[in-house]
Nanobody, 121 residues
Framework: VQLIESGGGLVQAGGSLRLSCAVSGLAFNAYSMGWFRQGPGKEREFVATVSASGGTSYYGDPVQGRFTISRDNAKNTVVLRMNSLKPEDTAVYYC???????????????WGQGTQVTVSS
């Protein structure tokens, strides 16, 4: 199983980034997909999740209204669009595959290696 994130980088506050996660080695359309992040000196934090069908999504309070999660089951990819970025969004962002659209990291079975997002003020 492989989950490969891409799209991270350096952006100024107020800017936007689009993260993508390409998944292989599992029945993608049977898994919920989530995004988590871990900032420097912080615990891993829930960002967003989308159900296997794409019909249900949840967001963490800090990103509600600014981030959008979506998936393409034909391409085995999940995308996180991030707008109005803030310096506190700086973190390594991880995608994960699990059995339900949960907000807890222990609900996810497979994880990517992460992609760095840095937001400058």
């Amino acid at each position: 199983v492989q989950l490969i994130e891409s799209g991270g980088g350096l952006v100024q506050a107020g800017g936007s980034l689009r993260l993508s996660c390409a998944v292989s080695g599992l029945a993608f359309n049977a898994y919920s997909m989530g995004w988590f992040r871990q900032g420097p000196g912080k615990e891993r934090e829930f960002v967003a999740t989308v159900s296997a069908s794409g019909g249900t999504s949840y967001y963490g309070d800090p990103v509600q209204g600014r981030f959008t999660i979506s998936r393409d089951n034909a391409k085995n990819t999940v995308v996180l669009r991030m707008n109005s970025l803030k310096p506190e969004d700086t973190a390594v962002y991880y995608c994960a595959a699990g059995g339900g659209p949960r907000k807890t990291d222990f609900s996810y079975d497979f994880w990517g290696q992460g992609t760095q997002v840095t937001v400058s003020s």
